[in-house]
């Protein structure tokens, strides 16, 4: 179990308050569900987080983690979404030799204070021609949401319409998490540029309606297959 800090200590007891006074805000569907616009009971949100990026061409791993097995045959977990909690989970991953930004991963890993910060891990594809830019990141004790935008890839990058990309975010959460707590997770993106969470878009939607993943933490810690790809 993680610490009980002094700031979830507070908000434990302003979340209390709330649900005593029929404010609780929280629905029936759990991590299958788009992140409401209205606030939930002590969610917090950073809005352009520290994170570090790694990206390798096609849509094999980018980043794993080595299971047990033979020297010969090594089994590998596909991450798909990670908490990372201490120095010790940082060092037991593995990247793809051809992997972009492997040492600025590695350096922002090591540079992270796993005390107060846990880093959350998503990966996931991408369309070879798009990268996304990292908007906010959003999260309970019970739920993480992340939001993108979508961008196209510079004018001299080669890429093909219908080809995919694997991405791996390392994102600091300033906050000690602890994952046999999460239940829920999802991320959004949109192509219209980073927007502070839940502001309205002049056609009424909200910033990233254009796709909505979410899942919950069974299918968060098995081997998943790449989603929610840009074409």
């Known amino acids: 179990m993680c610490p009980l800090t002094r700031r979830r200590a507070l908000r434990g007891v302003v979340g209390s308050l709330a649900f005593l006074a029929g404010c609780s805000g929280e629905d029936s569907n759990g991590g299958a569900s788009a ?17 570090a990026v790694v990206r390798l061409s096609g849509e094999e791993s980018a980043v794993w983690r ?18 990372l909690t201490d120095a010790r989970a940082a060092d ?8 972009e930004n492997v040492a600025e991963a590695r350096s922002f890993l090591d540079s992270t204070d ?24 959003r999260w309970t004790d019970t739920e993480i949401r992340t939001r993108y935008a979508r961008r196209f890839r510079d004018v001299d990058a080669s890429c093909e319409t219908d ?37 309205r878009r002049v056609d009424g939607r909200e910033d990233g309606d254009s796709a909505d993943t979410a899942g919950t933490a069974a299918s968060a810690v098995r081997p998943v297959a790449p989603a929610e790809a840009e074409r």
């Open 114 to 137: 796993y005390d107060a910060e846990t880093v959350y891990v998503e990966q996931t594809a991408v369309g070879e021609c798009f990268r996304r830019e990292l908007c906010s990141v």
């Open 163 to 199: 080809a995919r990309d694997t991405v791996a975010w390392f994102i600091r959460v300033p906050d000690t998490i602890d994952p046999d707590a999460i239940d829920g997770y999802g991320s959004r993106y949109g192509s219209d540029g980073c927007r502070p969470p839940g502001e």
């Open 92 to 99: 037991s991953l593995s990247f793809a030799a051809d992997a």
């Open 66 to 83: 080595e299971a047990e097995g033979t020297d010969e045959n090594p089994r590998r977990t596909r991450l798909g979404n990670e908490f």
């Open 35 to 51: 992140w409401p616009t209205t606030s939930r009971p002590n969610a917090e949100t950073v809005t352009d987080p520290d994170a």
